[in-house]
């Protein structure tokens, strides 16, 4: 099955709602960097944030986001744009932790390897004059409570994100996905507590997802059963990444450096976002020096 969104407007147009399955672009991650489980968890949310947050916006519009609250996975960075292209990376990969006791007892500790000791920062390149950053401090390192925070302190929108990523017990993606519901003016009191009661009582996304949910079905939940579809599109985890990208990279080095380098007889570059390498040889070297000293 494909990775998609799905957005929609419910109670009157004064809540709209965007629900994905993102379970091939988060397994496309965990293969690509290689991660242990709740490092996939803690990216693979917030790669499911960033895309559906994508979605927001139009044509080359993009959005950043930065997670770091100085636990043990390090920072988080993920990137999307309109067209539901996503990717991220993490500090370490190599996390896999447990809560030993508390009501998430045997599950996942993604707050503790996140932490709370920091911020989440949300840049929008709106291909206008300046781009906007928006800041708000973690509330608990899971991801979903910290975007909701962040929508109500940054963005003054009420808010509710759901997110959810299974990982089986051979390290493999089961499932991933999430929502985004958000509050739009006009909206009535008695709309609120009833959306509010939903998500008190609905089960988490994971378990959701596990019994087969879609987008689809998750609005229907979050809507009691009343929406209006308003788009489908299609995700995946792309990178942008290439040998002609790093090698204008090499080009803003010091002369004295591209000398250096071109002792050795192969150089490779590593792709932070998708792990995929780049080789340059004595030759291409030396050509980015003449290009150099023909551009001063």
Not at 196 to 217: A, C, H, S
Request: with cysteine.
């Amino acid at each position: 099955m494909k990775d998609y969104l799905v957005k929609g407007f419910a109670y009157n147009g004064t809540v709209r709602i965007f629900a994905a399955r993102t379970t091939n672009l988060v397994a496309e991650a965990q293969t690509r960097h290689q991660m242990w489980p709740t490092s996939t968890q803690a990216l693979g949310r917030a790669l499911t944030a960033t895309v559906i947050q994508g979605s927001f916006y139009k044509e080359d519009q993009t959005i950043t986001v930065r997670i770091d609250g100085g636990g043990p996975i390090g920072k988080i960075i993920t990137f999307a744009d309109a067209d539901g292209h996503v990717r991220g990376y993490l500090e370490n990969t190599k996390v896999n932790m447990i809560y030993e006791k508390g009501p998430k007892k045997g599950q996942s500790a993604v707050g503790q390897a996140v932490g709370t000791n920091g911020f989440i920062h949300i840049t929008k390149d709106l291909k206008i004059r300046d781009m906007f950053t928006g800041s708000a401090p973690l509330q608990t390192g899971e991801i979903a409570e910290d975007f909701t925070y962040f929508f109500a302190l940054s963005e003054q929108i009420p808010s509710s994100v759901g997110l959810g990523v299974v990982v089986d017990t051979d390290n493999t993606v089961k499932v991933a996905g999430g929502f985004i519901l958000q509050i739009m003016p006009g909206y009535k009191k008695e709309d609120i507590k009833r959306i509010e009661e939903i998500i008190k009582n609905m089960k988490p996304i994971g378990v959701l997802l596990e019994e087969g949910k879609t987008p689809e079905d998750i609005i229907d939940i979050l809507s009691d059963g009343e929406w209006q579809r308003l788009l489908d599109l299609d995700l995946y985890y792309q990178c942008d990444c290439s040998k002609e990208k790093f090698e204008r990279g090499l080009l803003t080095l010091p002369m004295e450096d591209l000398e250096e380098i071109l002792k050795d007889e192969i150089t490779e570059t590593n792709c932070q976002f998708c792990q995929e390498k780049y080789h340059f040889t004595q030759d291409d070297i030396e050509r980015l020096i003449k290009e150099k000293e023909n551009a001063e």
